[in-house]
């Protein structure tokens, strides 16, 4: 049988089997199982050329029991409804497994941003922007950055929302540029949450980071901070990819020299001292620790067995199946999951919004420390989860946030 890739299926699935360990009736799961409000707009946009085109977007909100809708936009060929309604399910539970105030949100139009103009990617994030406002702002739904999506088309998604509402309303998206609101130390703030989870993960099974060997599958942001940070805490990154090809070196390779390498030639590939390696060999090298930062179901019940790290820390959002993951628990691969992993990016999103409403901002010495607790406090809340239940990591995190979210809508009577 072909093992299901759906992330809808995949996330619905995970949300099951979490309430069925909590032992949760099935009124839980009918509440969490499908968005609270989705919407589908059409956004016609003026091209260059003077035609018009029209784009499709959507914005799922799945659950605000904790408080607003929370995540990001992407602007993708790929984008649909399915993968759009799974992605604002992952960001609840990531949401509520580092216990901040957030419900989970994702949003995403159905284009390739590489095609358009300066000029037509800005009218068509304002457009988008303009069609989403009646169930967006910074009490209901914060949007961000997420697949090619940055801090301009933010500065956009504001400007327009300002407009709209006649006051300036920097609290309506984060990942802004400092200029316009945004915190310092959000540019790593995923990887260095993941670098936390994999530090804890280490003490909690004897590994000592000096020396430990790392690689890294996607080298964009998340993977090549990941890759900067571990590194600093002592590891030795021996492998790294992105989308045109891989380098490996036994002997170690440097991270920041490597990132110089991909900015100057467009691809890790080539770096000197090191020979080419394929992106599914890279999964299964012998490493104590590898951080899967880019696709989404690389890890499957195909290779799963192959794969011989001691800790995989996920950078990236949905990159093990369900199959996949019962294999690597049987082989005691301690997996850190997505929405534990890289929840530091949308802490700190969270602190970004925090500073916007008080109009107060934190130094990034501050910001770090306090993202430093939050992970710390989050991976070892998971942790004790997994030993207590005797289940993976992944099932621990959603039983974790399932808890958080059940007891939030009986208390206020949805249940």
């Not at 049988?1 to 996330?11: A, Q, Y």
Request: negative net charge; charged residues 25%; aromatic residues 8%.
């Amino acid at each position: 049988m072909t093992e299901e890739l759906n992330p809808f299926k995949i996330v619905q699935k995970q949300i099951k089997e979490a309430c069925d360990k909590l032992g949760y009736d099935d009124s839980v799961y009918e509440l969490l199982k499908e968005p609270e409000r989705v919407m589908t707009v059409h956004i016609p946009v003026k091209m260059d050329d003077g035609t018009i085109k029209t784009f499709t977007g959507f914005r799922s909100q799945h659950n605000t029991a904790v408080g607003p809708a929370k995540g990001g936009v992407r602007f993708h060929p790929d984008v649909n409804l399915d993968e759009v309604k799974a992605l604002s399910t992952w960001m609840t539970f990531k949401c509520s497994v580092v216990g901040i105030p957030y419900g989970g949100a994702k949003g995403g139009i159905k284009v390739n941003p590489k095609e358009l103009s300066e000029g037509e990617l800005e009218r068509l994030s304002r457009a988008y922007f303009r069609a989403i406002a009646p169930i967006i702002g910074p009490e209901k739904d914060i949007p961000a950055p997420d697949v090619y999506t940055n801090p301009q088309v933010m500065s956009w998604f504001m400007d327009e929302f300002s407009k709209l509402k006649g006051y300036n309303t920097p609290g309506v998206v984060t990942g802004k540029p400092i200029e316009l609101g945004g915190s310092k130390g959000r540019d790593k703030a995923t990887a260095q949450g993941c670098a936390y989870t994999i530090r804890e993960a280490a003490k909690r099974i004897g590994l000592d980071l000096k020396g430990a060997t790392v690689a890294v599958q996607g080298y964009g942001n998340a993977g090549s901070f990941s890759a900067i940070l571990l590194n600093e805490l002592g590891c030795k990154i021996v492998a790294v990819n992105d989308s045109k090809g891989g380098a490996y070196s036994e002997g170690g390779i440097d991270p920041y020299a490597i990132l110089k390498h991909k900015q100057e030639t467009g691809s890790v590939k080539g770096f000197e001292g090191t020979e080419e390696i394929l992106g599914k060999d890279l999964l299964e090298l012998d490493v104590d620790i590898l951080v899967p930062a880019a696709l989404e179901n690389v890890i499957t019940s195909q290779n799963a067995a192959n794969i011989r790290a001691k800790i995989i820390g996920e950078a990236a959002n949905g990159p093990t199946t369900p199959e996949a993951d019962k294999v690597l628990y049987e082989k005691g691969i301690l997996v850190i999951p997505d929405i534990l992993a890289n929840a530091g990016g949308v802490t700190v999103s969270y602190f970004e919004w925090v500073q916007n409403l008080m109009n107060y901002y934190w130094t990034e010495k501050e910001v770090l420390q306090r993202l430093e607790k939050i992970m710390v406090d989050a991976f070892n809340k998971v942790y004790n989860m997994h030993e207590e239940y005797k289940v993976d990591m992944r099932t621990a995190a959603y039983m974790t946030s399932i808890k958080t979210v059940t007891d939030a809508m009986k208390l206020r009577g949805w249940l």
